[in-house]
């Protein structure tokens, strides 16, 4: 495609526009990361943050679960590493994932919020800083309000938000609690959560 033509430069434009997708489950998550990983392409154009509830006191096996149902890499995020394209950098148990200003991720072991280590709240809240107008939150089933206060930190960045619809959720706590703040642009089923990621942040390789 000749970048230079109208549908070019709005190609560009797009994918340009968004730099991360940072994205948030509890329970019901394993199943609902699956199914929306599995729909995104192998070429997608940036990172995918990834905040999973899980049991703090076992080691987890999540990122050789989803890797399998998806074309992205998927990993444990590590300390200082760079969020990368195409990566799915999972938020280990017990630890807080941030991602900071340069693209560098970071974890912690900071004081619970919401009775949670990792947060969804936090990484939300330090991707809008990051990012600004170039970051999408995605909230998926939960229980609790975890992910809320950061989709509206997103929201007042100029970030864009979409949510699991929580009608037909698995568990409507987490999107409820997202939509309730009024800084929601998509509310959609789970099955067409990866083609609007997708067309949100362009794509390098066909679905």
Do not use: W
């Amino acid at each position: 495609m000749n970048p230079n033509t109208e549908d070019g430069r709005e190609r560009r434009h797009q994918a340009e526009r968004f730099s991360v997708v940072a994205v948030a489950s509890s329970a019901g998550g394993v199943t609902a990361l699956s199914k929306m990983l599995s729909g995104l392409p192998a070429g997608l154009p940036v990172p995918v943050l990834v905040v999973q509830h899980l049991d703090p006191r076992h080691d987890t096996v999540l990122a050789e679960i989803l890797a399998r149902r998806t074309r992205l890499t998927v990993k444990l995020a590590e300390h200082g590493e760079l969020a990368r394209p195409g990566v799915v950098h999972l938020a280990p148990p017990n630890r807080h994932l941030l991602v900071e200003g340069d693209g560098r991720l970071a974890l912690t072991d900071s004081k619970l919020v919401h009775f949670v280590r990792p947060s969804a709240d936090l990484l939300f809240e330090s991707v809008a800083g990051a990012y600004g107008a170039r970051a999408v939150g995605c909230v998926l089933t939960g229980t609790g309000v975890d992910g809320a206060m950061g989709v509206r930190a997103i929201k007042d960045r100029n970030g864009t938000v979409v949510i699991e619809d929580p009608e037909t959720a698995e568990f409507k706590g987490m999107p409820s609690a997202a939509l309730a703040t009024g800084a929601v642009d998509f509310v959609l089923p789970l099955e067409e959560i990866a083609d609007v990621l997708a067309s949100l942040v362009g794509t390098g390789e066909p679905a």
